[in-house]
């Protein structure tokens, strides 16, 4: 079944169920937790719970990535974001979609040791030891060994008089904050013993530099207009050489990121310090490319470090962000890393092309029209009522929503 799924926006609830439950082969009880499924899981998951908040949770169409097809499940309170994903991605299907490739999931644990007698001494104990520390620090993942991973290697920093190590960990399908975090403190007491120092901070970088994904796609220029393709790319080059302009592209980006790890539980807040701080490492720059073809078409591109779990976190404890990995289907960190960047990369490519063309707010302030008139008090059918009203006068505001809520009360609409 593919993705391009015909007005999947004009439909009812239950038909996008039916849907999903086809495109991703869902069970009975898959099926029950689209529902209003009060997940009993989520009351352990963190402290001082006292109650559950709801988030919409929609899916994103039209993607194929590396020639298979994906539904994307996406949540987050900002209306327009699914869309426009939707929109970029079926921009990208007409020339075979989007291609992308990860690198191995290789992350940083760093641990401060202080107190030194003999920095150079020190440096020599640690790198002659290395073998014998990555193995204990191994010891700690019978799992990540059994995979062939696990740590792998020590780098060396000084930063004034301190030694800062750096183990060099493959954490595979795991985001692997609390396996980098573990092997360090287990390590830690035989660093101080061998250099006869003493260790302070002992924990994982959320800048992986060495776990990067590269996504493409090839955008039609006479879908998207020959013009188009250049303000794309003059829009692009602003904000390589506009700071300002740049931190809201790349929120963009996030946005739609943002949306899949929180449909899935994982760590998204990681994901915003990780890629923030890549797009920084040259001075703050976009993290996606744009340039023409020999065609003319235009031709997107993103890298950006993406450092997402498949297993462990809070990925296992959710049902319906089980149920959210299940929609997606994929089978690793690889390619669950694939899909981000490629839904980063669309939503950038759609926000640039609306902004290059029409502008944001037509299309934004038509799907916002609704938050206003229920923040405005509306309830029911007069939601729709004042929705209507608003976007037939081309004046979607909260003060206009107040005023026709009124007029509904007094029975005049
Ligand atoms: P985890 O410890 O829950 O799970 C990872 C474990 O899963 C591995 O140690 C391994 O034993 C097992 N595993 C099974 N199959 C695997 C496979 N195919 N590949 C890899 N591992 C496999 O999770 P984690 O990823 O180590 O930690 C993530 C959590 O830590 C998140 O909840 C995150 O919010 C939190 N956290 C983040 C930070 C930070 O970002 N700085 C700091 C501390 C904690």
């Excluded at 169920?17 to 082969?25: A, V, W």
């Excluded at 007409?94 to 641990?111: D, V």
């Amino acid at each position: 079944m593919e993705s391009d799924i015909h007005n999947f926006h004009k439909i009812t609830i239950e038909d996008r169920r039916k849907i999903i439950e086809k495109f991703s082969d869902l069970n009975e009880e898959d099926i029950k937790l689209m529902d209003n499924y009060v997940d009993k899981n989520s009351f352990d998951m963190i402290e001082n719970v006292y109650t559950l908040m709801s988030f919409p949770v929609g899916i994103a169409t039209n993607f194929k990535v590396n020639g298979r097809d994906y539904l994307i499940p996406m949540s987050i309170e900002e209306p327009s974001v699914i869309a426009a994903c939707s929109n970029g991605a079926r921009y990208a299907r007409i020339l075979g979609g989007f291609y992308a490739y990860s690198t191995e999931s290789i992350m940083r644990g760093e641990m401060e040791i202080y107190d030194i007698p003999d920095i150079q001494l020190a440096i020599i104990k640690i790198m002659t030891e290395k073998n014998k520390i990555i193995e204990m620090a191994n010891t700690r993942s019978k799992t990540l060994s059994d995979l062939n991973a696990g740590a792998i290697d020590i780098e060396i920093k000084i930063i004034n008089d301190e030694i800062i190590l750096n183990l060099i960990i493959n954490v595979k399908d795991a985001m692997g904050a609390n396996v980098i975090n573990t092997m360090l403190e287990y390590i830690s007491p035989y660093i101080e013993e061998i250099t006869n120092s003493k260790t302070n901070l002992r924990i994982m970088s959320n800048l992986t530099t060495e776990r990067i994904t590269y996504a493409y796609a090839k955008f039609d220029k006479n879908a998207i207009g020959e013009n188009i393709v250049d303000r794309i790319i003059m829009a692009n080059n602003f904000a390589k050489n506009d700071i300002y302009r740049a931190t809201t592209h790349n929120k963009g980006i996030m946005n739609g990121i943002d949306a899949v790890l929180l449909a899935t539980l994982n760590d998204f807040r990681a994901e915003e310090a990780n890629a923030h701080a890549y797009a920084s490492i040259n001075g703050y720059k976009p993290l996606t490319e744009y340039k023409k073809d020999n065609n003319g078409n235009l031709i997107g591109s993103i890298k950006i470090p993406v450092a997402v779990g498949t297993v462990g976190g809070s990925t296992k404890t959710s049902r319906k962000a089980q149920l959210n990995m299940k929609i997606l289907g994929i089978k690793n960190s690889n390619e669950f890393a694939n899909i981000l960047a490629c839904v980063g990369l669309a939503q950038n490519f759609a926000a640039l092309r609306a902004l290059a063309n029409e502008g944001i707010q037509k299309g934004h302030m038509k799907l916002h029209a609704r938050n206003i008139a229920i923040s405005a008090g509306a309830k029911d059918d007069a939601v729709d009522k004042i929705v209507n009203i608003m976007l037939g006068e081309n004046n979607i505001s909260y003060s206009r929503a107040l005023e026709l809520l009124k007029g509904d009360k007094n029975g005049e609409l």
